[in-house]
Nanobody
Framework: QVQLVESGGGLVQPGGSLRLSCAAS????????MGWYRQGPGKQREWVAT???????SYADSVKGRFTISRDNAKNTGYLQMNNLNPEDTAVYYC?????????WGQGTQVTVSS
């Protein structure tokens, strides 16, 4: 079993930055990839970014150039650096990591962008 704990969310003004973390613990074998998703108020959950075991990254068009996904393999922790935030980025952000071909999800962390 794998547990994921997200942190780093909060309230930020438009144009500001936040860094989300996703720490994994438990049976951490055969890591495959990590992703971030978000669900805004009244919206469906949407994909934000992914990083593979081979450190290839991909981003949704809405965040490309503003968000950066990364992972510290030694710490089994993933990150999402979010810059130039705008109100449309307001959402609960969830991380997912895949071990032994099974995807695990965190509990989510709230990001609110407002003046």
């Amino acid at each position: 079993q794998v547990q994921l704990v997200e942190s780093g969310g909060g309230l930020v003004q438009p144009g500001g930055s936040l860094r989300l973390s996703c720490a994994a613990s438990g049976r951490l074998f055969n890591f495959n990839d990590m992703g971030w998703y978000r669900q805004g108020p009244g919206k469906q959950r949407e994909w934000v970014a992914t990083i593979t075991r081979g450190v290839a990254t991909s981003y949704a068009d809405s965040v490309k150039g503003r968000f950066t996904i990364s992972r510290d393999n030694a710490k089994n922790t993933g990150y999402l650096q979010m810059n130039n935030l705008n109100p449309e980025d307001t959402a609960v952000y969830y991380c997912t990591q895949t071990y032994e071909r099974r995807a695990y999800w965190g509990q989510g962390t709230q990001v609110t962008v407002s003046s």
